[in-house]
């Protein structure tokens, strides 16, 4: 009999524990904005997960956008693009990258890889960057050429100067470069090393040339979630740092910043802007992925604090000269849904109702139930800042029933003629979404 | 031609080596998790959460042994208060494999070094009881006829 109650309460205490995992996300529209809704953390024993199945896109699928507007695959068949770089000639760069690997640290990280890669997320990166051509606009390319090869995991890049800078997940390389050309010989020049091994966790080097072309903003994500490799491994890290371009001089220009996944320069001002990725395994709704102007000299908080003052139990040593310093980012996009993509407006874009703000694309969660993200929004912007609700611009790429998914947003850019270009890494596909005016 | 058979050859169950061998992997978590507790070093977490996955599989196949033991016919009646013992331990240890997922301080403090100790005290008492589940087979009646 008391073995019996015994057996009968050691159950009940993993119910209850296990009880914790059925937690569901609430309305992201309460965390859209400059003063976004931010729940208390929440740790569980299984943290919620959703993941939908990767199944890529059927003859003739495409995502859906609003009325008025027309959408079509420019490149299909890619390996795993992540970044689109129009160029004023006409041409698009196509980033086709992952991640180099990491090593396990413990036996979570086995089980969270098979987890993730049931979302497409593991599926092997080109390692190269493609050219495609459209000299006509018409969105229907005339040729795709491999432009460089044998990359290592690259992510941003920028042409300044008839010069092609990648940034590889541990160095910025620079390639003679003229734009119309559609295959680079050359061998690249090492510009300068950016922080990668070991872990590498964040390996993604989003970058953006300075207005004058002189500095390059590279964003380099942390080393772990939250610091849970151990903060040595922290070091010049969670930032943003600024390179001179011609000398490869670098020195950090904003830190406490997670996983700066992309970053943009806002027409007319210049000013530095980037979509940041939140942490995980916080709750559904903690925190907030964002986008922010970053400040020079800035620091956002990670890893001891988010959203300003919200300290994360998870980070020991605390730290609370540093949580005090924390500045409040400017718009909240809601939680999980890993915004990777930002590109402003430049004013003749596909619809009037996105001539001021930018375009995020969120490759959507893994961390939340119900999932969030999985599409491309347009964020308005009022008196140089992000303001309003966010309008959804290309959607449906999860299934109807939100169990599978045919394609995940990653880059976004606008090509010369104001269409909306957009990396698929899970579909391996470009899409161009062009306004009635300029369809053919 | 009777065979004979010697009162030392009496069967002994196999299970006791695999519950012992995760049973001292299980408590070493409760080390680690102190060292972690004091000195907040990551890599003690991490030891911590090797030991109790490591504990945990040998748990498991102290269970399939001890199957193999009543199969084998090396085991005598199961013996209840040890069964449970070893059987909230391992509970608990699956739980706090859990707990030990998490990212950081709260992987350890509070909930995971409060379970690593509930179960170093439950296994202390299963090992001075030897580790064992059930009783030594008697040798039965007429064998040695």
Same mark, same amino acid.
């Given at each position: 009999?008391?073995?019996?109650?015994?057996?009968?309460?050691?159950?009940?205490?993993?119910? !209850?524990?296990?009880?914790?995992?059925?937690?569901?996300?609430?309305?992201?529209?309460?965390?859209?904005?400059?003063?976004?809704?931010?729940?208390?953390?929440?740790?569980?024993?299984?943290?919620?997960?959703?993941?939908?199945?990767?199944?890529?896109?059927?003859?003739? *699928?495409?995502?859906?956008?609003?009325?008025?507007?027309? $959408?079509?695959?420019? &490149?299909?068949?890619?390996?795993?693009?992540?970044?689109?770089?129009?160029?004023?000639?006409?041409?698009?760069?196509?980033? /086709?990258?992952?991640?180099?690997?990491?090593?396990?640290?413990?036996?979570?990280?086995?089980?969270?890889?098979?987890?993730? @890669?049931?979302?497409?997320? &593991?599926?092997?990166?080109?390692?190269?960057?493609?050219?495609?051509?459209?000299?006509?606009?018409?969105?229907?390319? *005339?040729?795709?050429?491999?432009?460089?090869?044998?990359?290592?995991?690259?992510?941003?890049?920028?042409?300044?100067? =008839?010069?092609?800078?990648?940034?590889?997940? =541990?160095?910025?390389?620079?390639?003679?470069?003229?734009?119309?050309?559609?295959?680079?010989? *050359?061998?690249?020049?090492?510009?300068?090393?950016?922080?990668?091994?070991?872990?590498?966790?964040?390996?993604?080097?989003?970058?953006?040339?300075?207005?004058?072309?002189?500095?390059?903003?590279?964003?380099?994500?942390?080393?772990?979630?939250?610091?849970?490799?151990?903060?040595?491994?922290?070091?010049?890290?969670?930032? $943003?740092?600024?390179?001179?371009?011609?000398?490869?001089?670098?020195?950090?220009?904003?830190?406490?910043?997670?996983?700066?996944?992309?970053?943009?320069?806002?027409?007319?001002?210049?000013?530095?802007?980037?979509?940041?990725?939140?942490?995980? /395994?916080?709750?559904?709704?903690?925190?907030?992925?964002?986008?922010?102007?970053?400040?020079?000299?800035?620091?956002?908080?990670?890893?001891?604090?988010?959203?300003?003052?919200?300290?994360?139990?998870?980070?020991?040593?605390?730290?609370?000269?540093?949580?005090?310093?924390?500045?409040?980012?400017?718009?909240?996009?809601?939680?999980?849904?890993?915004?990777?993509?930002?590109?402003?407006?430049?004013?003749?874009?596909?619809?009037?109702?996105?001539?001021?703000? @930018?375009?995020?694309?969120?490759?959507?969660?893994?961390?939340?139930?119900?999932?969030?993200?999985?599409?491309?929004?347009?964020?308005?912007?009022?008196?140089?800042?992000?303001?309003? &609700?966010?309008?959804?611009?290309?959607?449906?790429?999860?299934?109807?029933?939100?169990?599978?998914?045919?394609?995940?947003?990653?880059?976004?850019?606008?090509?010369?003629?104001?269409?909306?270009?957009?990396?698929?890494?899970?579909?391996?596909?470009?899409?161009?979404?062009?306004? !009635? &005016?300029?369809?053919? | 031609?009777?065979?004979?058979?010697?009162?030392?050859?009496?069967?002994?169950?196999?299970?006791?080596?695999?519950?012992?061998?995760?049973?001292?992997?299980?408590?070493?978590?409760?080390?680690?998790?102190?060292?972690?507790?004091?000195?907040?070093?990551?890599?003690?977490?991490?030891?911590?959460?090797?030991?109790?996955?490591?504990?945990?599989?040998?748990?498991?196949?102290?269970?399939?042994?001890?199957?193999?033991?009543?199969?084998?016919?090396?085991?005598?009646?199961? %013996?209840?208060?040890?069964?449970?013992?070893?059987?909230?331990?391992?509970?608990?240890?699956?739980?706090?494999?859990?707990?030990?997922?998490?990212?950081?301080?709260?992987?350890?403090?509070? %909930?995971?070094?409060?379970?690593?100790?509930?179960?170093?005290?439950?296994?202390?008492?299963?090992?001075?009881?030897?580790?064992?589940?059930?009783?030594?087979?008697?040798?039965?009646?007429?064998?040695?006829?």
């Amino acid at each position: 009999m008391t073995m019996k109650r015994l057996r009968t309460a050691s159950s009940l205490i993993v119910v !209850a524990m296990l009880a914790g995992c059925n937690d569901k996300g609430g309305d992201p529209s309460k965390q859209y904005g400059s003063n976004p809704d931010i729940p208390e953390s929440h740790q569980y024993v299984i943290p919620p997960m959703s993941v939908p199945q990767a199944v890529g896109w059927k003859e003739g *699928e495409t995502p859906t956008v609003p009325g008025g507007l027309r $959408i079509q695959a420019m &490149a299909n068949g890619l390996m795993h693009p992540r970044v689109v770089y129009p160029l004023s000639n006409g041409d698009i760069l196509v980033v /086709e990258s992952n991640g180099p690997g990491t090593k396990p640290f413990r036996p979570k990280d086995y089980i969270s890889g098979l987890i993730k @890669a049931r979302g497409g997320s &593991a599926d092997k990166g080109g390692n190269r960057i493609t050219l495609l051509r459209d000299a006509d606009g018409d969105g229907v390319p *005339e040729s795709k050429t491999v432009l460089v090869d044998h990359l290592h995991s690259p992510y941003g890049v920028a042409v300044v100067a =008839d010069t092609l800078y990648v940034a590889n997940t =541990d160095a910025i390389i620079a390639y003679p470069f003229k734009p119309g050309q559609t295959e680079i010989k *050359e061998p690249g020049t090492k510009l300068t090393d950016l922080p990668a091994g070991p872990i590498n966790h964040h390996w993604t080097k989003s970058m953006v040339a300075s207005p004058d072309g002189s500095k390059l903003y590279v964003g380099v994500g942390s080393n772990s979630n939250v610091a849970e490799n151990g903060l040595d491994i922290e070091e010049d890290r969670a930032a $943003i740092f600024e390179v001179d371009r011609l000398t490869g001089a670098k020195r950090l220009y904003a830190t406490g910043i997670r996983n700066p996944t992309n970053l943009a320069l806002q027409p007319g001002t210049g000013q530095l802007f980037a979509v940041v990725n939140g942490r995980d /395994e916080n709750g559904p709704d903690a925190d907030p992925d964002y986008l922010s102007l970053i400040k020079e000299g800035g620091f956002y908080g990670w890893p001891y604090s988010y959203w300003g003052q919200h300290v994360d139990d998870r980070v020991q040593p605390q730290k609370p000269d540093m949580v005090a310093k924390a500045i409040k980012p400017d718009y909240g996009l809601s939680s999980h849904v890993a915004a990777l993509g930002l590109a402003f407006s430049q004013g003749q874009t596909v619809s009037p109702q996105f001539t001021t703000g @930018a375009f995020v694309g969120e490759h959507g969660s893994w961390n939340r139930d119900p999932l969030n993200g999985y599409q491309v929004i347009f964020v308005p912007f009022a008196d140089g800042r992000p303001n309003g &609700a966010p309008i959804p611009v290309v959607t449906d790429f999860l299934a109807q029933d939100k169990k599978t998914v045919r394609g995940r947003p990653v880059g976004v850019a606008l090509d010369r003629t104001g269409s909306l270009i957009v990396a698929d890494d899970v579909g391996n596909t470009v899409w161009r979404v062009s306004g !009635a &005016a300029a369809t053919h | 031609m009777a065979k004979l058979v010697g009162r030392h050859r009496t069967p002994r169950p196999l299970h006791p080596l695999f519950v012992g061998l995760g049973g001292a992997l299980l408590m070493a978590a409760l080390f680690t998790d102190s060292m972690y507790f004091s000195n907040a070093l990551m890599q003690w977490a991490n030891f911590s959460a090797w030991l109790i996955t490591g504990g945990l599989v040998l748990a498991l196949i102290g269970a399939l042994v001890l199957v193999l033991d009543y199969m084998l016919g090396r085991a005598g009646p199961i %013996s209840w208060p040890d069964f449970g013992l070893l059987a909230l331990a391992a509970t608990l240890s699956i739980v706090n494999v859990f707990i030990h997922t998490r990212d950081g301080w709260t992987s350890v403090v509070p %909930s995971g070094i409060t379970v690593s100790a509930l179960v170093t005290i439950l296994l202390l008492i299963a090992g001075l009881r030897g580790w064992c589940v059930t009783g030594v087979k008697a040798p039965a009646r007429g064998d040695n006829a």
